[in-house]
């Protein structure tokens, strides 16, 4: 996973996250990644 390429994280409904890529790309992160990436990124 390159975390460099992450912008900005927006927490939205029900927990759900945006994450904003460098180049403006939005991905919706669920429920089912959702601690796994945050641990990866150092914030879980």
Do not use: A, C, S, W
């Amino acid at each position: 996973m390159n975390i460099e390429r992450i912008r900005e994280m927006r927490q939205v409904f029900h927990g759900d996250y945006v994450v904003i890529l460098d180049d403006g790309t939005e991905i919706t992160l669920g429920k089912p990644y959702r601690e796994k990436f945050l641990e990866q990124v150092g914030r879980g």
